[in-house]
């Protein structure tokens, strides 16, 4: 076929006739950036959007979203309401430095869009980065995102209008946590571009919440892109929560480059969402680096979680830990991908995956490939997935001691769920993220009139024991 005569989806129609205004809102910004956005729409033109002929996406939902009408966003909505009277987010014990995007766009009250605090952290919006920053912007920006690119990524580089910048300098250690509010407001269906770059120098720390929520139940394609650098002996805690309602469609493409002795630890924790792809992507470029990766999914009904899962070992003595774990009910369906590429001078790498799943119902689904990539000889590596359903024998065992057979279930769940949920090294946080676990699992997964978990009432203690060999 000529390509003159290619036929278009409705969405890559709709991005391809409106990019040539999207450039010429964006004629301030650094030729750098500039550039970028024509190469990655050239990219775009060639490749399309992912389908299912594609390996890496036959069995996601996302082929729906090409033959939907989005409206781009492109305007950049005022700020009317203080974020706290858009969405809430509340933790007990738990302080954080709110940061928030609406509709992709940088939200705030103050005239500043980029602040300098005492410490020397600079934080705000990414586009006015490019301008008061651009010596950071230009050494990070665009070339830690090179790895498992398709045309979503392309679509981010070319149209993306704001996000969030963070540098931290070297020696300095940030006390209180970060959190990222993505919220989504409109009465129309969006497709939201946005991106975000954080950088981390030398012997520095940073904890950073990122949470994808929606105001509303409005249908939306939110598509982010965040570029993350930890420098030598940097340490970054990284902590993702996804609840957004069930007609949204969200990728979040993480891409991360770690230096000598730095050290990564991420806690994925998706709750709710129509169809969420997960893309982690880590260079391990320092030797000494270390990540541990962890990732928790409770999907029901007919939602969809897809976690892609790249990590580099380029140089030799580096670590790396990967432990998913999903429990699905009803039509509800996962996708684990799990590569660990291990190099010919990546020796005394040590390297782990394990993906484990319970199925509730016949009629949901999980597809599992944990997949090791090794071309050095002095290596430990190895990988493994299950999917089971409940263990009948742990049940009668919990049953036995006069546990109802529903309140067993979400103690099984509950513990399975658990081991990843037990990683979060903030204390207020952690019992947070279990309260909403125990939520989730008593609320969508299993309804029950009396439950043992008593997630509503915290003063209530919750003591009980299982034999984990068991589940």
């Known amino acids: 076929m000529n390509p003159s005569e290619k036929k278009y989806s409705i969405l890559e129609s709709a991005l391809r006739n409106s990019f040539e205004s999207s450039l010429s809102r964006s004629s301030n910004e650094l030729t750098k950036v500039t550039e970028a956005r024509l190469l990655a729409y050239e990219a775009f033109r060639k490749t399309g959007l992912p389908g299912r002929l594609n390996e890496k996406w036959r069995n996601s939902k996302f082929d729906q979203v090409s033959e939907q009408s989005y409206e781009v966003v492109s305007s950049k909505p005022t700020y009317t309401q203080k974020v706290s009277e858009i969405f809430q987010c509340s933790i007990h014990g738990f302080t954080t430095q709110v940061e928030a995007l609406l509709n992709g766009w940088y939200y705030t009250s103050e005239k500043q869009t980029l602040r300098t605090m005492e410490n020397g952290v600079v934080i705000g919006s990414i ?81 950073l919440m990122h949470c994808d929520d929606s105001v509303n139940h409005q249908s939306s394609m939110i598509n982010t892109v965040t570029e993350i650098f930890i420098g030598e002996n940097a340490s970054l805690d990284l902590y993702k929560l996804q609840n957004i309602n069930n007609h949204t469609f969200l990728i979040n493409s993480t891409s991360v480059v770690q230096q000598r002795n730095s050290r990564l630890k991420v806690n994925v924790i998706t709750l709710n969402g129509g169809a969420i792809r997960n893309e982690l992507n880590v260079d391990l470029q320092g030797e000494g680096a270390e990540a541990d990766l962890n990732g928790i999914y409770l999907m029901d009904k007919k939602q969809q979680v897809d976690n892609q899962v790249f990590v580099n070992h380029a140089v030799p003595n580096c670590n790396s830990s990967e432990l998913f774990k999903g429990v699905l009910d009803d039509e509800s369906s996962a996708i684990f991908n799990g590569f660990v590429l291990v190099g010919r001078d990546a020796q005394k790498t040590n390297a782990f995956q394990r993906n484990n799943n319970i199925l509730m119902t016949s009629t949901a689904k999980v597809d599992t490939m944990p997949f090791l990539e090794i071309y050095a000889d002095d290596v430990k590596c190895s990988h493994g997935a299950t999917i089971g359903q409940l263990d009948h024998d742990a049940m009668f065992y919990l049953m036995q001691r006069g546990i109802c057979k529903r309140d067993a279930r979400l103690l099984l769940m509950y513990a399975f769920a658990a081991e990843v949920a037990e990683k979060i090294d903030i204390q207020p946080l952690r019992v947070s993220i279990e309260d909403m676990v125990k939520k989730r699992l008593r609320g969508e997964l299993s309804i029950c009139e009396k439950c043992v978990l008593h997630c509503s009432t915290p003063d209530i203690p919750m003591e009980f024991e299982i034999d984990m060999s068991k589940i």
């Not at 993306?160 to 993505?182: A, M």
């Open 127 to 207: 586009q006015t980065a490019q301008k008061e920053v651009p010596e950071l912007f230009e050494r990070h920006f665009g070339k830690i995102a090179k790895y498992n690119l398709h045309g979503y990524s392309h679509i981010n580089t070319a149209f993306f209008n704001d996000g969030l910048f963070i540098y931290v300098p070297d020696q300095v250690h940030v006390e209180e946590s970060i959190q990222l509010i993505k919220m989504v407001n409109d009465t129309q269906k969006l497709m939201i571009n946005s991106r975000n770059l954080v950088i981390l120098g030398k012997n520095s720390h940073l904890s």
